[in-house]
């Protein structure tokens, strides 16, 4: 069975500081996808990223990166220089192979504080 | 981009009602539909899966004669709660995706309040 975890439920961090939110999980499967997504206060879901197991390079966006390292298990998301929108909870997220139906299974999500 | 709604946005009823929740795919053909259940300041777990004109599957615990989802049509999911009670309030979340892809793309969410 597949699982994700994420240790840190909350982080507090004041503007301009950078943060790190850890993923690490669990499958059985060769083939999966990771993702993490953003839920604001408004509770929508925003995908910010979707990564394959095939693909262990590190990818940056912006103020956003991700370290994917396939020998820990983990991946990670890092906010640089944060603002208070970044406030919200944040969630990694693993789905196996097509065979089981692209089911994602969420981490315990990851509430950043932003203080300004 | 993909764009999911559902509707409502939010209802309250009375328990012991029935509830139904609208979830559509609005430019994209949705093969699988999937629903969540999110408590306050809890993850999501999965409730279902649902693929267009077959029964739906539910996940381990989730009662499916309380929980009832159709997927008629490529673009609409519907999940029915029926005699509903107060600790069946929380946030739902729908999502859906087209066939041989691997992205999902989520609704906005439907908060239900049963007093």
């Known amino acids: 069975a597949q699982k994700v975890t994420q240790a840190q439920t909350e982080i507090s961090v004041v503007e301009k500081e950078d943060v790190t939110l850890d993923c690490v999980y669990e499958?059985?499967?060769?083939?999966?996808?990771l993702f993490w997504y953003k839920q604001p206060p408004s509770g929508e879901l925003v995908f910010l990223i979707r990564?394959?197991?095939?693909?262990?390079q590190n990818e940056i966006s912006g103020r956003y990166s991700w370290n994917f390292q396939k020998s820990t298990s983990s991946f990670n998301f890092t906010i640089t220089a944060s603002q208070v929108v970044d406030s919200a909870v944040y969630f990694c997220?693993?789905?196996?192979?097509?065979?089981?139906?692209?089911?994602?299974?969420f981490g315990g999500g990851t509430r950043v504080l932003v203080k300004p | 981009g993909a764009v999911v709604s559902q509707h409502p946005s939010w209802v309250i009823c009375k328990s012991g009602t029935s509830v139904k929740i609208e979830c559509r795919s609005l430019?994209?053909?949705?093969?699988?539909m999937f629903w969540y259940r999110q408590f306050p300041k809890q993850s999501l777990m999965l409730m279902a899966t649902?693929?267009?004109?077959?029964?739906?599957?539910?996940e381990q615990g989730v009662e499916k004669d309380k929980f009832l989802i159709n997927h008629a049509s490529l673009t609409l999911s519907t999940l029915t709660v029926t005699s509903a009670h107060p600790e069946d309030s929380s946030f739902y979340i729908c999502?859906?995706?087209?066939?041989?892809?691997?992205?999902?793309?989520f609704g906005p969410g439907t908060r239900l309040t049963v007093t």
């Open positions: 499958t059985r499967d060769t083939t999966y996808y």
């Open positions: 999502s859906a995706r087209a066939r041989a892809a691997s992205e999902q793309y």
């Open positions: 997220a693993l789905s196996e192979a097509w065979a089981a139906g692209n089911k994602l299974t």
């Open positions: 430019d994209f053909q949705a093969t699988t």
């Open positions: 649902s693929n267009e004109g077959s029964k739906a599957t539910y």
């Open positions: 990564r394959n197991s095939f693909d262990e």
